[in-house]
Structure formats: C-alpha cells, structure tokens
Nanobody, 124 residues
Framework: QLQLVESGGGLVQPGGSLRLSCAASGFTLDFYALGWFRQAPGREREGVSCISSPSSTTSYAESVNGRFTISRDNGKNTVYLQMNSLKPEDTAVYFC?????????????????WGQGTQVTVSS
C-alpha cells in the first residue's frame, strides 16, 4: 500500500523554526517529484515548495522563498521541509505529495499521492 506520512508540525512562536518530515512506504521516492502544500481554514490548498527527480531542482512559492528549504533523502525515503522565520500567516495544515511525472510544479492537481497532513500553528 502506497503511503506518505507527515510529521514535525506543532505550535511555534513567530520567528521560530520547524522541520517537517514526510516518510514514504510501499514505494520508492527516488522516482517521484515531491511537493509540500498547505491549506489554511477557508482557503484553497496552495503549493509551498517542490523538488524534482532525479535532478532535485527546487521551486518555492514567493511567500516562503528565502525562509523555507525543501530537501530529499532517498536513502531514508523521506522528504523534508525546513521552515525558518515563521510568520502567523504560515499557519495551515501542511501536506506532502508525490508526482509520478517527476517534474517540480506547485500545482496540487499534478500530484498523485498525498499524505494526511500535519498542523503548523504560528502564534505568540
């Protein structure tokens, strides 16, 4: 069974950092592009960052560029999202996803497999 499981979310103060992890089981992430998305209450799901396969080309939403970093560890079958300088507007449920076309795009509709999400709350 193909599965993605996110972890690492939580409550953090503005200016703080979190690292999200997304571990895959039932398939090998080497052959997929991977993306991080988020969805705040009452808003559409939006792309945050993605990383292609095999070149590991990355892309970021303008709102997080320079603060977030995506990376992949194919040996651990895991993708990460390092989030620094967090702001209250970063509060959302964060999802990871895998794309069989292996291209880094920030459109949720392009992705085939999704995790269940992890809550990130930035508040003082």
């Amino acid at each position: 069974q193909l599965q993605l499981v996110e972890s690492g979310g939580g409550l953090v103060q503005p200016g703080g950092s979190l690292r999200l992890s997304c571990a895959a089981s039932g398939f090998t992430l080497d052959f997929y592009a991977l993306g991080w998305f988020r969805q705040a209450p009452g808003r559409e799901r939006e792309g945050v960052s993605c990383i292609s396969s095999p070149s590991s080309t990355t892309s970021y939403a303008e709102s997080v560029n320079g603060r977030f970093t995506i990376s992949r560890d194919n040996g651990k079958n895991t993708v990460y999202l390092q989030m620094n300088s967090l702001k209250p507007e970063d509060t959302a449920v964060y999802f990871c996803a895998a794309d069989t076309l292996r291209q880094c795009v920030l459109s949720p509709s392009e992705y085939d497999y999704w995790g269940q999400g992890t809550q990130v709350t930035v508040s003082s």
